[in-house]
């Protein structure tokens, strides 16, 4: 991806793909606007963007591109999405486009959706806002220009707007400096920014971490000052930036910033408690800081995923059905492991993690993000078993077997990577578990039960715990190797269920 020349005289052409410090600052100071031309990712997202704003245009009104994906071009990355800011009122925009939804009508915000491929882009009036009683939404809104819609956004790396027709691009906020500079700063007065939306709090750490930005001290000081206020964001949002934050590769740095300014003591306390304290288990050495220790696993992560990734994808014959982006239950297991204790008397099925009652600490700290019990389910049996494979040699193939088919497996695998890493201590063991993953196809590693409860009712024993327990040993014996067809888990079934009426205690 790049920055074409442009056909238009009088453009800027940036070079190279990526503008240089040197070339953003060349175009500071040209702003307000500046004529160049953003090479676009030939896409279906952004042809329809672009036919958005063409359409906006060719009916009489401004039309641009707006916030996060003008910075992602300048940055030569490809957007996540396409948001357009426009002089159009909410009902002239939806007069013009078939399918639209008026997500936010009373803010001035419509949604115009395209087909599968072309997603959805939202379009927004250019507005100013009133007081923000609840600290999220406004009290009123007023239609206003365009510089002046820029003003009231958050960060200056966020307040641009790009013309994909004419190839101009507007910064009335000092966004350019600030991106060939590497800082995020509010717009104007911060603490008047943050009491607008708190979640921008979090947000300004998010952006200095993914983008390796320094926070401006006028902003880092605000959100110094504020970091209370996230408590009375909900739930939900704080999770949506926290996944972002966590699935990106400068994980750590995010995180530290976050203790750093105070927000971690406020979101996840359990990391803050008693952080300069030990890890609280036998696994690692003594002295082992939790906080330093939590960072450099999550700093190893990327690196871990990949291995892990690869060994799951020989395991089974065929591409990885992972994603390469670390994913989010193995970084929030990572960034909880060093203050919950491990069951180490053995492996946890994943079953058993289902059948639980009672909410555990690691729950109740999914529960406050309001994770779902898919991703909970998840982190609680990666933190479980996140021993089993530091200590690889002492388990059996009964206990291995079962971690090796979970399809969260990979993880798991991820996870004892990294902790071993950066414990430089039960590395042998985790790879040693890793070439007997890959060497072991699935039918190997879960082969088909012997036998099944009908089985055993047609030997006479009695329906209750007895069954359960008799095929719990039955399946170990065939995973250890000691039986290996029907017969043979016959006979020993017999054996156990004799032994079960003689001593059913």
């Not at 960072?295 to 291995?307: K, P």
């Not at 071993?420 to 072991?440: F, I, K, M, N, P």
Request: charged letters at 30%; aromatic letters at 6%.
């Amino acid at each position: 991806m790049g920055i074409d020349p442009g056909k238009r005289s009088g453009n800027t052409p940036l070079h190279g793909g990526v503008p240089s410090k040197s070339e953003l600052l060349h175009l500071a100071q040209q702003a307000p606007e500046v004529r160049v031309c953003l090479r676009v990712p030939e896409e279906s997202r952004a042809r329809f963007a672009l036919r958005v704003v063409r359409t906006l245009k060719e009916a009489g009104y401004r039309a641009v591109w707006a916030g996060g994906c003008v910075r992602d071009l300048l940055l030569g990355s490809r957007p996540v999405d396409y948001d357009v800011a426009t002089s159009a009122r909410p009902e002239e925009v939806r007069r013009l486009f078939k399918r639209t939804v008026a997500v936010g009508a009373q803010f001035g915000v419509i949604l115009v959706v395209g087909t599968r491929e072309e997603g959805e882009i939202e379009v927004a009036t250019f507005r100013v806002e009133g007081p923000y009683s609840d600290g999220r939404h406004p009290d009123r809104v007023e239609f206003a220009s365009m510089e002046e819609d820029a003003k009231r956004r958050d960060f200056t790396i966020n307040g641009m707007f790009y013309d994909p027709l004419d190839h101009v691009l507007f910064d009335y906020v000092g966004g350019l400096r600030d991106l060939a500079n590497g800082v995020v700063r509010a717009i104007g007065n911060p603490r008047e920014r943050f009491d607008e939306d708190r979640l921008r709090l979090l947000r300004a750490v998010r952006f200095a971490a993914s983008f390796e930005f320094e926070l401006d001290q006028d902003t880092l000081q605000a959100v110094k000052e504020m970091a209370a206020g996230i408590r009375s964001v909900s739930p939900e949002r704080i999770q949506r930036e926290l996944k972002l934050l966590l699935v990106h590769r400068r994980r750590a740095y995010g995180v530290r910033l976050m203790r750093d300014v105070g927000l971690l003591e406020h979101i996840l306390p359990e990391l803050t408690v008693g952080e300069a304290g030990r890890v609280p288990d036998a696994l690692h050495k003594e002295g082992t800081d939790r906080f330093a220790h939590t960072l450099d696993v999550l700093e190893r992560l990327d690196a871990s995923w990949t291995r892990a990734r690869t060994a799951a994808c020989r395991h089974r014959g065929c591409e990885p059905d992972y994603s390469d982006q670390v994913p989010f239950e193995l970084a929030y297991a990572a960034l909880l492991h060093a203050y919950v204790p491990p069951v180490v008397e053995g492996p946890v099925p994943f079953e058993a993690i289902l059948r639980r009652k009672r909410a555990r600490p690691v729950r109740e700290s999914c529960r406050k993000l309001r994770l779902s019990n898919a991703e909970m389910d998840v982190i609680e049996w990666l933190l479980d078993n996140r021993a089993a494979l530091l200590h690889f040699s002492r388990l059996k193939p009964a206990q291995w077997k079962p971690l090796m088919a979970e399809r969260s497996f990979p993880l798991l695998l991820a996870l004892a990577y990294a902790d071993s890493e950066a414990l430089r201590t039960g590395l042998d063991e985790v790879q040693r578990c890793a070439e007997l993953y890959v060497s072991l196809t699935p039918g190997q590693v879960n082969p088909a039960p012997l036998l099944t409860g009908r089985d055993l009712l047609g030997l006479a024993v009695p329906r209750g715990p007895a069954i359960g327990e008799i095929l719990h040993a039955v399946r170990a014996a065939q995973l250890n190797g000691e039986i290996r067809d029907r017969d043979e888990a016959l006979r020993l079934a017999v054996r156990l269920a004799e032994k079960y009426r003689s001593d059913p205690a």
